[in-house]
């Protein structure tokens, strides 16, 4: 895989460095931390490494592992009946051999059918009907129409499952229980009732918190003020009693009926909540609490800041706050970069004077697709591209020798243009620009506004091409077609104004200038 020059320079490079792999691998774009370790033991141990690199063959052999995937498809795709009758390989290798060989075979569909509830009345009759029964389980199963693990199932969650010494069959059929022990029964299921009247009256509370109030569903009733608690009550008066509201959000009597007249009363603030409605939005929803009170005493409102605040607070006029910073894990810079030769002048005179470059992902049902394209600031052409599945060297090297082979016939020599990313940096991207005689340019640190030009091919490209079509029925190798196809039609026959009406080619073809 790697040459002998090259596994030198990293074992020499990587005791340099005080046998750290991380910054050796970031230095040089290669190997594994396991390769270079592995170099390091050799290097140690003979004072020096292999001439040739030679990669050690597999257990099994490519005939083997046919004939492993071949019985697993013909044997009702069963892995484990594959494994004892050939007796290899592993479970795992297996099924990646099968992930290779025949992808298509491993998908599979889940469905679950849809679990119908039953009301708690028929749960009640069918529990106290197997406590008391004259019959068996199974036929009171089948008469509500489940089965008889769940028949037992209802009995554990309203009686629990210490209450097992009434569901014992009595011998003689035509014998009826205890009166005790049907007191018990019905004192149970009238406690069981109470408590789930208590349960829904918790969940409706919390429900109207979050209708009325704009309250998340995890706030504590008890927490609100008496107006607010006055607000649920008033809602669920029809639903339940009010003594029980009462007792559940530990509201007195007399303060219900004295927030009961207030609501009454008209507002005093009535035009004030408008005006501070029509404040807040005609001036984009950013203005606090201190600049709406000198707002409103602009047009003689004059209200203290408390009352502002406070109403602000109840109509939900929130100012939105900025958006913390994402947590970065930049180190500092790898390898010394270039000037910013560009400096934000995308104007070109004639082609191949300024290239400009970077990558782009496309996040589809089917995966990550990556797109590394070179753009000519002259007219907007992309001189060379690559889409992949993988943003590594290979993406950019193959891209940029695309790009090379357009000027090698001519004397041009233009200024590549990137961000400070790491495919930038590695010893491939450097040989090949130096090889070639190119002038390196990079932006600043975290600045795209550096790049702009290039990103205004990928916001163009995703807003007529991605955005508008949903991917969820295309596949990874039909999505990078459609990419290259517009890219094709984005160089050939795509309207730019600015090129008096004309296509990146055709406008060369109108000044006679071949692409």
């Known amino acids: 895989m790697y040459s002998y020059e090259e596994r030198i320079r990293a074992v020499k490079l990587y005791i340099k460095l005080g046998k750290r792999t991380g910054p050796t691998i970031r230095q040089l774009g290669y190997p594994t931390k396991n390769s270079l370790k592995g170099w390091h033991r050799e290097y140690e141990r003979d004072r020096d490494l292999q001439v040739g690199y030679v990669r050690s063959s597999g257990k099994y052999t490519t005939l083997q592992m046919q004939v492993a995937v071949q019985h697993y498809l013909d044997h009702d795709r069963c892995i484990a009946s594959t494994l004892r009758a050939l007796g290899y390989p592993c479970r795992g290798l297996l099924t990646d051999w099968i992930d290779e060989l025949h992808p298509q075979a491993r998908r599979r569909m889940v469905g679950r059918a849809p679990n119908v509830p039953h009301p708690p009345e028929i749960k009640n009759a069918a529990v106290v009907e197997l406590c008391t029964r004259t019959t068996n389980a199974q036929f009171i199963a089948q008469s509500v129409g489940v ?26 059929s035509g014998s009826t229980p205890k009166q005790k022990d049907l007191t018990e029964l019905q004192q ?75 609501l009454r009363s008209p507002d005093k603030y009535a035009d004030a909540r408008v005006a501070i409605a029509d404040v807040f ?186 955005y508008p079509r949903n991917w969820q029925d295309i596949s990874i190798d039909q999505f990078i077609q459609v990419v290259d196809s517009y890219i094709r039609w984005y160089n050939e026959k795509r309207i730019k104004i600015s090129l008096g009406s004309l296509s990146p080619l055709e406008y060369r073809e109108s000044l006679g200038i071949t692409a």
């Not at 995890?218 to 008066?237: F, H, W, Y």
Request: glycine share 6%; aromatic share 8%; with cysteine.
């Open 147 to 172: 089965c008889r693990p769940t028949l037992y199932n209802w009995k554990n969650q309203l009686l629990g499952r210490e209450a097992s010494a009434s569901m014992k069959r009595h011998k003689d």
């Open 281 to 466: 939005q005609s001036n984009h929803r950013c203005y606090g609490y201190r600049r709406m009170r000198a707002a409103l005493g602009r047009r003689q409102l004059h209200i203290s800041e408390k009352v502002v605040q406070r109403l602000m607070k109840q109509e939900c006029l929130v100012v939105a706050a900025n958006r913390r910073r994402r947590y970065g894990s930049y180190l500092g810079e790898i390898s010394p970069a270039p000037e910013n030769l560009i400096n934000r002048d995308f104007q070109a005179n004639t082609p191949n004077e300024k290239w400009l470059t970077d990558i782009t992902e496309f996040h589809i049902p089917a995966g990550k697709v990556y797109l590394s394209p070179m753009i000519d600031c002259f007219d907007g052409l992309v001189v060379s591209w690559t889409i992949g599945t993988r943003p590594d060297s290979d993406l950019v090297n193959t891209m940029l020798d695309a790009a090379i082979e357009t000027v090698v016939s001519s004397e041009s020599r233009p200024v590549v243009h990137s961000d400070r990313g790491a495919h930038y940096r590695w010893p491939g991207w450097l040989s090949r620009v130096h090889n070639a005689k190119l002038i390196r340019s990079m932006s600043r640190k975290g600045c795209s506004p550096d790049n702009a030009a290039c990103e205004g091919f990928f916001g163009r490209l995703k807003t007529e091409l991605f």
């Open 188 to 262: 149970h299921v009238a406690l069981l009732e109470r408590d789930i009247r208590r349960l829904q009256l918790e969940h409706d509370l919390l429900k109207k918190a979050n209708e009325l109030l704009k309250k998340g569903l995890g706030v504590t009733p008890q927490l609100l003020s008496n107006r607010e608690k006055t607000l649920l009550v008033d809602a669920l008066k029809n639903t339940y009693t009010l003594a029980e509201l009462l007792a559940e959000l530990d509201l007195a009597r007399s303060s219900y009926f004295y927030h009961c007249t207030r």
